[in-house]
């Protein structure tokens, strides 16, 4: 588990929402691109032997009920647009206040 300050976690969900503020107000078609291939690289290299494959084939039946083939998720990363990620960030992050959790003693 996590122990930190409150300050500490608090300069980090400042630090988080400032540049989730920053992808909604100023990411490029670009930049959206690159993050596709920099995931989709990220993705397979963490396949890369039959321990990794295993991992992620439960992890897909624990969450999908089925392995998603790679032509699948590559199609579902595509079909993200950069006006699809300023409309999702618009309703569901800019200008919204975070939801803290916390186990135990919360307090500072």
């Not at 500490?8 to 490029?28: C, K, P, T, Y």
């Not at 392995?67 to 618009?90: C, F, N, Q, S, Y």
Request: net charge negative; with cysteine; glycine share 10%.
């Amino acid at each position: 588990g996590i122990n930190a300050e409150y300050g500490a976690v608090r300069e980090f969900i400042d630090s988080i929402q400032g540049e989730w503020r920053r992808l909604f107000r100023s990411v490029s078609p670009g930049e959206v691109q690159r993050a596709k291939h920099m995931l989709k690289t990220l993705l397979l290299s963490q396949c890369d032997g039959t321990t990794a494959v295993s991992e992620d084939i439960g992890r897909q039946m624990q969450t999908n009920g089925r392995r998603i083939p790679l032509a699948e998720i590559d199609a579902r990363m595509e079909a993200v647009t950069h006006a699809m990620l300023k409309r999702v960030m618009g309703e569901y992050v800019n200008e919204k206040d975070p939801v803290d959790v916390g186990l135990g003693s919360t307090e500072g």
